[in-house]
């Protein structure tokens, strides 16, 4: 059964990557035991946190239940160090504002956060 399972989450992937239609940086991976992961990719913490939760309650309303959050981990995985990243953003805007033709520097990525999160429906 553990493989059947770990074949559908691979189609489910294979899918989501290949695009079907959709601009989403998620994907919805069923489990054993009615268990549920999403991942999600986002340019902000908040942003791939919202979208994790979207996911999960999107998951849950087709089969009129709700979201139990079993396990939630995010991280940054920005190519620049977090921390030079917002200061970069906050020297860009400064810059901008004193001069109108510089334009801010967007440091961001849609995958600068992954957010990893397991889910029941009850």
Do not use: W
Request: hydrophobic share 40%; aromatic share 4%; net charge negative.
């Amino acid at each position: 059964m553990g493989v059947r399972i770990m074949m559908l989450a691979l189609a489910t992937f294979i899918v989501v990557l290949a695009g079907c239609g959709t601009t989403s940086n998620s994907v919805v991976l069923p489990q054993e035991g009615g268990i549920y992961q999403v991942i999600t990719f986002g340019s902000s913490e908040r942003q791939a946190n919202q979208e994790a939760l979207s996911q999960a309650h999107d998951t849950c309303e087709q089969m009129g239940r709700g979201v139990i959050v079993l396990n939630h981990a995010t991280k940054y995985q920005g190519g620049l160090a977090k921390g030079d990243k917002e200061l970069i953003q906050i020297g860009s805007k400064i810059a901008s504002m004193l001069d109108d033709g510089i334009l801010p520097i967007n440091t961001s990525s849609p995958n600068d956060y992954k957010v990893v999160m397991q889910f029941r429906c009850e």
